[in-house]
Protein backbone atom coordinates (compact mmCIF):
# COMPACT_ATOMS: atom_id res chain seq x y z
CA UNK A 1 0.00 0.00 0.00
CA UNK A 2 3.10 2.59 0.78
CA UNK A 3 4.21 2.07 -2.85
CA UNK A 4 0.83 2.94 -4.19
CA UNK A 5 0.29 6.10 -2.13
CA UNK A 6 3.92 7.40 -2.52
CA UNK A 7 3.54 6.84 -6.78
CA UNK A 8 -0.03 9.05 -6.67
CA UNK A 9 1.40 11.78 -4.45
CA UNK A 10 4.87 11.80 -6.31
CA UNK A 11 2.29 12.50 -9.20
CA UNK A 12 0.40 14.46 -7.34
CA UNK A 13 3.43 16.65 -6.57
CA UNK A 14 5.04 17.06 -10.51
CA UNK A 15 1.74 18.46 -11.51
CA UNK A 16 1.62 20.91 -8.95
CA UNK A 17 5.01 22.00 -9.36
CA UNK A 18 4.30 22.30 -13.48
CA UNK A 19 1.18 24.24 -12.52
CA UNK A 20 2.79 26.69 -9.91
CA UNK A 21 5.34 27.39 -12.77
CA UNK A 22 4.38 30.43 -14.70
CA UNK A 23 6.96 29.76 -17.51
CA UNK A 24 6.01 26.54 -18.28
CA UNK A 25 1.84 27.51 -18.50
CA UNK A 26 2.82 30.42 -20.66
CA UNK A 27 4.65 27.64 -23.08
CA UNK A 28 1.97 25.12 -23.36
CA UNK A 29 -0.47 28.18 -24.29
CA UNK A 30 1.94 29.51 -27.23
CA UNK A 31 2.44 25.67 -28.42
CA UNK A 32 -1.17 25.56 -29.00
CA UNK A 33 -1.24 29.00 -30.75
CA UNK A 34 1.94 27.88 -32.79
CA UNK A 35 -0.09 24.65 -33.63
CA UNK A 36 -3.29 26.43 -34.49
CA UNK A 37 -1.59 28.84 -36.79
CA UNK A 38 0.59 25.84 -38.84
CA UNK A 39 -2.99 24.25 -38.91
CA UNK A 40 -4.52 27.41 -40.33
CA UNK A 41 -2.43 27.51 -43.14
CA UNK A 42 -2.12 24.19 -44.02
CA UNK A 43 0.68 22.76 -42.18
CA UNK A 44 1.26 19.45 -40.05
CA UNK A 45 1.62 18.04 -36.72
CA UNK A 46 3.65 15.62 -36.29
CA UNK A 47 4.74 13.53 -33.22
CA UNK A 48 7.99 11.44 -32.35
CA UNK A 49 9.24 9.41 -29.48
CA UNK A 50 10.65 5.87 -28.56
CA UNK A 51 9.25 3.66 -26.37
CA UNK A 52 6.62 4.35 -24.26
CA UNK A 53 6.99 8.09 -25.29
CA UNK A 54 6.40 7.11 -29.11
CA UNK A 55 2.86 5.70 -27.54
CA UNK A 56 2.68 9.22 -25.79
CA UNK A 57 3.22 10.51 -29.20
CA UNK A 58 0.89 8.19 -31.53
CA UNK A 59 -1.76 9.05 -28.78
CA UNK A 60 -1.44 12.87 -28.88
CA UNK A 61 -1.51 12.34 -32.61
CA UNK A 62 -4.77 10.65 -32.68
CA UNK A 63 -6.61 12.80 -30.05
CA UNK A 64 -6.02 15.54 -32.84
CA UNK A 65 -6.59 13.66 -36.31
CA UNK A 66 -9.59 11.58 -34.48
CA UNK A 67 -10.97 13.83 -32.01
CA UNK A 68 -11.04 14.98 -28.51
CA UNK A 69 -13.58 16.18 -26.42
CA UNK A 70 -16.45 16.34 -29.39
CA UNK A 71 -16.74 15.69 -32.98
CA UNK A 72 -15.39 18.10 -35.43
CA UNK A 73 -13.27 17.67 -38.66
CA UNK A 74 -10.01 15.72 -38.47
CA UNK A 75 -6.72 17.68 -37.92
CA UNK A 76 -3.77 17.08 -39.80
CA UNK A 77 -1.11 15.23 -37.26
CA UNK A 78 0.59 12.19 -37.23
CA UNK A 79 3.13 10.22 -35.15
CA UNK A 80 6.34 9.39 -37.38
CA UNK A 81 6.98 5.90 -36.35
CA UNK A 82 3.86 4.01 -37.63
CA UNK A 83 4.98 2.90 -40.80
CA UNK A 84 7.17 -0.61 -39.64
CA UNK A 85 8.53 -1.48 -43.33
CA UNK A 86 9.89 2.70 -43.44
CA UNK A 87 11.20 2.27 -39.94
CA UNK A 88 13.09 -1.28 -40.08
CA UNK A 89 14.18 -0.54 -43.35
CA UNK A 90 15.60 2.94 -42.30
CA UNK A 91 17.29 1.52 -39.12
CA UNK A 92 18.80 -1.34 -41.12
CA UNK A 93 20.53 0.34 -43.86
CA UNK A 94 21.10 3.63 -41.91
CA UNK A 95 20.98 3.37 -38.87
CA UNK A 96 18.10 3.86 -35.82
CA UNK A 97 19.71 7.34 -35.07
CA UNK A 98 18.46 8.46 -38.49
CA UNK A 99 14.82 7.02 -38.29
CA UNK A 100 13.20 10.27 -37.81
CA UNK A 101 15.61 13.00 -39.94
CA UNK A 102 15.35 10.74 -43.09
CA UNK A 103 11.25 11.25 -42.79
CA UNK A 104 11.34 15.09 -41.70
CA UNK A 105 13.90 15.62 -45.30
CA UNK A 106 11.62 14.07 -47.09
CA UNK A 107 8.12 15.02 -46.09
CA UNK A 108 8.13 18.23 -43.95
CA UNK A 109 7.97 21.67 -45.54
CA UNK A 110 8.65 24.83 -43.55
CA UNK A 111 6.05 25.72 -40.46
CA UNK A 112 5.24 22.54 -40.04
CA UNK A 113 5.32 21.43 -35.93
CA UNK A 114 7.85 18.69 -35.04
CA UNK A 115 6.91 17.44 -31.25
CA UNK A 116 9.73 15.40 -30.24
CA UNK A 117 8.90 13.35 -27.03
CA UNK A 118 11.97 11.85 -24.65
CA UNK A 119 12.14 12.34 -20.96
CA UNK A 120 16.14 12.41 -20.93
CA UNK A 121 15.75 15.25 -23.92
CA UNK A 122 18.67 13.13 -25.23
CA UNK A 123 16.84 10.69 -27.49
CA UNK A 124 19.80 10.65 -30.65
CA UNK A 125 16.86 9.97 -33.19
CA UNK A 126 14.90 12.94 -31.87
CA UNK A 127 17.62 15.22 -31.67
CA UNK A 128 18.94 14.44 -35.39
CA UNK A 129 15.17 15.09 -36.37
CA UNK A 130 15.08 18.39 -34.70
CA UNK A 131 18.40 19.64 -36.34
CA UNK A 132 17.06 18.73 -40.20
CA UNK A 133 13.89 19.94 -38.82
CA UNK A 134 15.63 23.84 -38.09
CA UNK A 135 17.51 23.49 -41.66
CA UNK A 136 14.01 22.70 -43.41
CA UNK A 137 12.37 25.75 -40.94
CA UNK A 138 9.95 23.08 -39.29
CA UNK A 139 9.29 24.49 -35.54
CA UNK A 140 10.20 22.11 -33.02
CA UNK A 141 8.59 21.55 -29.55
CA UNK A 142 10.48 18.98 -27.23
CA UNK A 143 8.50 17.29 -24.00
CA UNK A 144 11.10 16.55 -22.24
CA UNK A 145 12.43 15.65 -18.22
CA UNK A 146 14.22 18.47 -15.76
CA UNK A 147 16.61 19.25 -17.60
CA UNK A 148 16.05 19.27 -21.11
CA UNK A 149 18.89 17.61 -22.24
CA UNK A 150 20.23 18.18 -25.19
CA UNK A 151 16.43 18.72 -27.01
CA UNK A 152 16.68 22.08 -24.59
CA UNK A 153 18.75 23.70 -27.53
CA UNK A 154 17.45 22.70 -30.35
CA UNK A 155 13.94 23.51 -29.31
CA UNK A 156 11.93 26.01 -30.43
CA UNK A 157 9.92 25.10 -27.60
CA UNK A 158 10.83 23.42 -24.46
CA UNK A 159 8.27 21.69 -22.16
CA UNK A 160 10.05 20.47 -19.56
CA UNK A 161 8.45 18.28 -16.75
CA UNK A 162 9.93 19.46 -13.20
CA UNK A 163 11.28 15.79 -12.60
CA UNK A 164 13.83 12.93 -13.28
CA UNK A 165 11.27 9.96 -12.35
CA UNK A 166 10.37 8.85 -16.21
CA UNK A 167 7.21 7.16 -15.24
CA UNK A 168 5.92 10.69 -13.34
CA UNK A 169 7.51 12.84 -16.60
CA UNK A 170 5.24 10.69 -18.79
CA UNK A 171 2.46 10.65 -16.67
CA UNK A 172 3.19 14.66 -16.73
CA UNK A 173 3.22 15.00 -21.07
CA UNK A 174 0.51 12.93 -21.50
CA UNK A 175 -1.16 15.74 -19.22
CA UNK A 176 0.54 18.55 -20.73
CA UNK A 177 -0.59 16.97 -24.36
CA UNK A 178 -3.91 16.67 -23.56
CA UNK A 179 -4.09 19.85 -22.70
CA UNK A 180 -2.45 21.02 -25.58
CA UNK A 181 -5.31 19.09 -27.49
CA UNK A 182 -7.70 20.16 -25.63
CA UNK A 183 -6.40 24.37 -26.92
CA UNK A 184 -6.15 23.81 -30.15
CA UNK A 185 -9.93 21.52 -30.45
CA UNK A 186 -11.60 24.84 -29.10
CA UNK A 187 -9.70 27.13 -30.86
CA UNK A 188 -10.01 25.54 -34.58
CA UNK A 189 -13.43 24.58 -33.60
CA UNK A 190 -15.07 27.02 -30.91
CA UNK A 191 -18.70 25.32 -29.93
CA UNK A 192 -21.36 27.84 -29.62
Known amino acids: MDTIIRSIEDSIATKQQILNNSRLLETIQAVAAVMVKALREGKRILWCGNGGSAADAQHLAAELSGRFYYDRPPLN ?95 SHIMLGHIICELVEAEMFPRE
Open 77 to 171: SEALHCNTSYLTAVANDYGYDLIYSRMIDGACHPGDVLVGISTSGNSKNICNAFRKAKQLGVITVALTGSTGGEMKDLSDFLLNVPSDDTPRIQE
